[in-house]
T-cell receptor, first 115, second 116 residues
Framework: KAGVTQTPRYLIKTRGQQVTLSCSPI?????VSWYQQTPGQGLQFLFE???????NKGNFPGRFSGRQFSNSRSEMNVSTLELGDSALYLC??????????????FGPGTRLTVT | GQQVMQIPQYQHVQEGEDFTTYCNSS?????IQWYKQRPGGHPVFLIQ?????EVKKQKRLTFQFGEAKKNSSLHITATQTTDVGTYFCAGLNAKNSGGSNYKLTFGKGTLLTVNP
């Protein structure tokens, strides 16, 4: 099976702009989670989508939003970018079925730099 | 809310020495997972522990889940330079009494460096 893919891999934006990141989960995985990773804060959970519904949400401002499509692909959007949004954004998918399958399979991430 | 604390934050060892990282949850967990992230890479799933007191081994790595299902440890015997990276634990908790919605909470990780 193909792994989790994320596009783009690298992105440079300026303050005030908005950005959309894309994630394609492993085939058959219904849960997609997004994380922000910075050197000082580690892995911070943004939100999780399951069957097109946001099921869990972290403590990020409303500038961070996401959605999931019927084919389980997911996008996250950050509006009005700030310098502090510079980070590696990781997407992870999991099977999350009745029999378990809660382990996360991470994509390579999108490195966002805000100048 | 649920918190997962991981210690130490950093650990530097000489090649051949042992290494242990500890994970503690503020609440009882349904299961605990461990991940490894190599420098420049992304987290990779290592293992999942489900039962109270469970111990699992993967070659030189030993994973334990506490009896109360609130703590866990990862022990590496005779570290090698290939063990370098950040090790994360992640606790899975049911959000509702029916157990149909779970939340996974990651610890901040332990960065392991190995001096050859």
């Amino acid at each position: 099976k193909a792994g989790v893919t994320q596009t783009p891999r690298y992105l440079i934006k300026t303050r005030g702009q908005q950005v959309t990141l894309s994630c394609s989960p492993i085939s058959g995985h219904r849960s997609v989670s997004w994380y922000q990773q910075t050197p000082g804060q580690g892995l911070q959970f943004l939100f999780e989508y399951f069957s097109e519904t946001q099921r869990n949400k972290g403590n990020f401002p409303g500038r961070f939003s996401g959605r999931q499509f019927s084919n389980s692909r997911s996008e996250m959007n950050v509006s009005t970018l700030e310098l502090g949004d510079s980070a590696l954004y990781l997407c992870a998918s999991s099977l999350w079925g009745p029999q378990g399958g809660y382990e996360q399979y991470f994509g390579p991430g999108t490195r966002l730099t805000v100048t | 809310g649920q918190q997962v604390m991981q210690i130490p934050q950093y650990q530097h060892v000489q090649e051949g020495e042992d290494f242990t990282t500890y994970c503690n949850s503020s609440t009882t967990l349904s299961n605990i997972q461990w991940y490894k992230q190599r420098p420049g890479g992304h987290p990779v799933f290592l293992i999942q522990l489900v039962k109270s007191g469970e111990v699992k081994k993967q070659k030189r790595l030993t994973f334990q889940f506490g009896e109360a299902k609130k703590n866990s440890s990862l022990h590496i015997t005779a570290t090698q330079t290939t063990d370098v990276g950040t090790y994360f634990c992640a606790g899975l908790n049911a959000k509702n009494s029916g157990g149909s919605n779970y939340k996974l909470t990651f610890g901040k990780g332990t960065l392991l460096t190995v001096n050859p």
